[in-house]
Every structure is written in structure tokens, then in C-alpha cells.
T-cell receptor, first 112, second 113 residues
Framework: TQLLEQSPQFLSIQEGENLTVYCNSS?????LQWYRQEPGEGPVLLVT?????EVKKLKRLTFQFGDARKDSSLHITAAQPGDTGLYLC????????????FGTGTRLTIIP | NAGVMQNPRHLVRRRGQEARLRCSPM?????VYWYRQLPEEGLKFMVY????????ESGMPKERFSAEFPKEGPSILRIQQVVRGDSAAYFC???????????FGPGTRLTVT
């Protein structure tokens, strides 16, 4: 069974600070997605990483896929209240298996 | 281009009733996935369908749950004789082809009383 562990589970920081959240697995994934989910809504896709060592930037968000494609990180620079939400990593599709395996989530709160 | 549509957004059923959840994928998407998010738990895969075919139902409970994606119309997730433990948010996602990103709908929140 493929598992994705995210850390920290909860994070509360002041506006303007930087933060990093992690997504780790013992399994190799062919690709990994990051989603953000707001209360009462569905997950919204932020980025997909597919190559080991890949780094993608989305404004103040930087996503990295580990060299071995088993882990990923999300770094947010100068956090803003609008960044508040549940951040989910999801592994897959994986080598012909179309289902996504979701991480446990990081609930981020940015305090104005 | 409209996103993934789900209805109803909220559904209340008494124990023993049937629940029908509908999902219309994004235009041009022929692959549909259903996930369930139990309270305080992560999203779990249930079933993957293409038009008129169930491809992978490994995450679906063996009893009371069924899914379809007919040639015409939305995908339907059907739960018969609902129990309190079925209370959850059910999300549908779609993708245009194999091995590509999945885009999620807003979910249906099922409450069983």
C-alpha cells in the first residue's frame, strides 16, 4: 500500500513569514500533484511535478520533487492570509494505475 | 470552459434510504474518478470509470455502493440502504486521458440521519 505522509499536520504563522511543508513516501511515484482545498470545496490543483529533482514556481509558491521521486516539498515565501487552506499532496497516476493516493494534509493558517 | 459539476451539493438521507450523487466531467474529459473524504480523514479513491466501463473499483465497498458512467449523461455514484458511516464528502474528478491531472468538483456532502 502506498502511503504519503505530510508534515506538519498543522501550521499557524504570521503574515509575511516563510514556510515549508513536506510530503514523504517510501514508494516511488511517476508524478506528484499538490492541491489546495478550502472548507466546503473540492481540491484545486496547484501543480504537477514529474521529473526527479524538478522545481516549479507558482508566484510565491515553490514546489520540488525529490531526486528519487519519493518526496516533495512546498515552500511559500512571504505568506499571505489568502494562502490559508488545506494543502494536499497526491501521488499518481503511477505506472498505469490511475488512482491518486492522497497525503494526510497540512492545514495552514496565516495570521494577519 | 465549465469545471467539474456535482449535484446535489448537500444531501440528507435517513438510514436505509438510497443516495444518488451525480457528476458531470469537464468538457472533453472521458475519465471520471470518485473519491470519499470521511470527517477528519484524507481523500480515498473509490472508483475509476470511462464511458460505459468501470476500470478500477478497488476502493469501493463491496456492498451497497455502485457507480456508472453511461454513454449519455453524468456519472452516478449510488449508495443503497445508507448507514451513518456513509456520511462524508464525495468528490468526483475528471481527466482528458490516461496519466494526466485530475480536476475535482466541489463535492457532495452526504449526511445520514
Amino acid at each position: 500500500t502506498q502511503l504519503l505522509e505530510q508534515s506538519p499536520q498543522f501550521l499557524s504563522i504570521q503574515e509575511g513569514e516563510n514556510l515549508t511543508v513536506y510530503c514523504n513516501s517510501s514508494s516511488v511515484f511517476s508524478s506528484l500533484q499538490w492541491y489546495r482545498q478550502e472548507p466546503g470545496e473540492g481540491p484545486v490543483l496547484l501543480v504537477t511535478v514529474v521529473t526527479g529533482g524538478e522545481v516549479k514556481k507558482l508566484k510565491r509558491l515553490t514546489f520540488q520533487f525529490g531526486d528519487a521521486r519519493k518526496d516533495s516539498s512546498l515552500h511559500i515565501t512571504a505568506a499571505q492570509p489568502g494562502d490559508t487552506g488545506l494543502y494536499l499532496c497526491a501521488g499518481g497516476p503511477n505506472f498505469g494505475n490511475e488512482k491518486l493516493t492522497f497525503g494526510t494534509g497540512t492545514r495552514l493558517t496565516i495570521i494577519p | 470552459n465549465a469545471g467539474v459539476m456535482q449535484n446535489p451539493r448537500h444531501l440528507v438521507r435517513r438510514r436505509g434510504q438510497e443516495a444518488r450523487l451525480r457528476c458531470s466531467p469537464m468538457k472533453g474529459h472521458s475519465h471520471v474518478y470518485w473519491y470519499r473524504q470521511l470527517p477528519e480523514e484524507g481523500l480515498k479513491f473509490m472508483v475509476y470509470l470511462q464511458k460505459e466501463n468501470i476500470i478500477d473499483e478497488s476502493g469501493m465497498p463491496k456492498e451497497r455502493f455502485s457507480a456508472e458512467f453511461p454513454k449519455e449523461g453524468p456519472s452516478i455514484l449510488r449508495i443503497q440502504q445508507v448507514v451513518r458511516g456513509d456520511s462524508a464528502a464525495y468528490f468526483c474528478a475528471s481527466s482528458p486521458r490516461l496519466g494526466t491531472e485530475q480536476y475535482f468538483g466541489p463535492g457532495t456532502r452526504l449526511t445520514v440521519t
